[in-house]
């Protein structure tokens, strides 16, 4: 992983011209222990928003390769397939990576997707993340905290250590959880999934029963299971969910509408009464980010 800073722009100010060069700096070296043939891949990075940590998201790769010239030199890699799925990630704190002068230290732990809540500061005014997590094999969800070694007895060696505190079936919603992501709806998050329907066979994106309660004297967000089917649309066949961006909140509105990217179409849902499609379009994504620039 990598911080790129853009170079300064070339020439006097009047005709400043911004180059495409770049520097970066290198945070963390992203390798597991594999053997030649099998190992993890970093595949996907999701940022905590106004906050200094990043889950990465790592997937089993499967290696091919040949030795070199003459068939008797090292094995090299010429290939690489990445399973869609991730099983693992690691939480990384950027600000540790910046100001080490090695690469940061990081543990892996099982998850298929991850989605960040607002960061908080403890009573002893420690920075600490919460995240929830949809667990490697897709039938329930996880909430856990991540806070720095640092600030444990004995803990010097900065790395970020996470601690799953509380756990949710999704059995009762009748899929496998894919893909996670927070809404936060004006102070009152709801838990977006994306996820396939083994009774249906489709995939579908799924507002989900189960909430998120805050403790208003700490800031702290526990996870509640709630029995029952959330509100859901039903995607196209192989149809995957790429990125979801909250859009700002309608005036007299009580939630707000959410923009999906998918690997087949960008759609704008309504999420007001029930889940549903206001407006469509077709579009292959060479990058699936959205941005938000407003509502009306």
Same mark, same amino acid.
């Given at each position: 992983a990598?911080d790129?800073k853009?170079?300064?722009?070339s020439?006097?100010?009047?005709?400043?011209?911004?180059?495409?060069?770049?520097?970066?700096?290198?945070?963390?070296e992203?390798t597991?222990?594999?053997?030649?043939a099998a190992?993890l891949?970093?595949g996907?990075v999701?940022?905590?928003?106004?906050?200094?940590?990043?889950?990465v998201?790592?997937?089993?790769?499967?290696?091919g390769g040949g030795?070199?010239?003459g068939?008797?030199?090292?094995?090299?890699?010429t290939?690489?397939?990445?399973r869609?799925?991730?099983?693992?990630?690691? /939480?990384?704190?950027?600000d540790?990576? /910046?100001?080490?002068?090695?690469?940061?230290?990081?543990?892996?732990?099982?998850?298929r997707?991850?989605?960040f809540l607002?960061p908080?500061?403890?009573?002893?005014?420690?920075?600490?993340?919460?995240?929830?997590?949809?667990?490697?094999?897709?039938?329930?969800?996880?909430?856990?905290?991540a806070?720095?070694?640092d600030?444990?007895?004995?803990?010097k060696?900065?790395?970020?250590?996470v601690?799953?505190?509380?756990?949710?079936?999704?059995?009762?919603?009748?899929?496998?959880?894919?893909?996670i992501?927070?809404?936060?709806n004006?102070?009152?998050?709801e838990?977006?999934?994306?996820?396939?329907?083994?009774?249906v066979?489709r995939?579908c994106?799924l507002?989900?029963?189960?909430?998120?309660?805050?403790?208003?004297s700490?800031?702290?967000?526990?996870?509640?299971?709630?029995?029952?089917?959330?509100?859901?649309?039903w995607l196209?066949p192989?149809e995957?969910v790429?990125?979801?961006?909250e859009?700002p909140?309608q005036?007299?509105a009580?939630?707000?509408?959410?923009?999906?990217?998918?690997?087949?179409r960008?759609?704008?849902?309504?999420?007001q009464d029930?889940l549903?499609?206001?407006?469509?379009?077709?579009v292959?994504?060479?990058c699936?980010?959205l941005?938000a620039?407003?509502?009306?």
């Open positions: 990598a790129v853009p170079s300064p722009p020439g006097d100010a009047a005709g400043a011209v911004l180059t495409t060069s770049a520097t970066t700096d290198v945070l963390f992203l597991c222990a594999e053997n030649p190992g891949v970093p996907r999701v940022r905590e928003d106004s906050g200094r940590r990043v889950a998201l790592f997937a089993p790769g499967f290696f030795r070199g010239a068939g008797d030199g090292p094995e090299v890699r290939r690489t397939d990445v869609r799925d991730p099983v693992a990630y690691a /939480i990384m704190d950027l540790e990576g /910046i100001n080490r002068h090695e690469s940061a230290p990081f543990k892996l732990h099982q998850g997707d991850a989605a607002p908080r500061l403890t009573d002893q005014g420690f920075y600490c993340s919460t995240l929830l997590v949809v667990d490697a094999d897709g039938m329930s969800l996880s909430a856990a905290t806070i720095s070694s600030v444990l007895p004995g803990g060696d900065g790395r970020t250590v601690e799953s505190v509380q756990r949710c079936c999704l059995e009762h919603e009748g899929i496998v959880g894919r893909r992501f927070t809404l936060m004006d102070g009152h998050p838990i977006l999934l994306g996820g396939y329907s083994p009774t066979e995939p994106l507002l989900s029963k189960h909430r998120l309660e805050r403790d208003p700490t800031n702290q967000f526990t996870l509640i299971e709630e029995a029952g089917l959330g509100h859901r649309v196209r192989n995957e790429l990125n979801v961006q859009l909140l005036a007299n009580t939630r707000a509408n959410v923009a999906v990217a998918s690997s087949e960008v759609m704008i849902l309504s999420a029930s549903s499609i206001l407006s469509e379009i077709n292959k994504l060479s699936p980010s941005s620039l407003g509502s009306h």
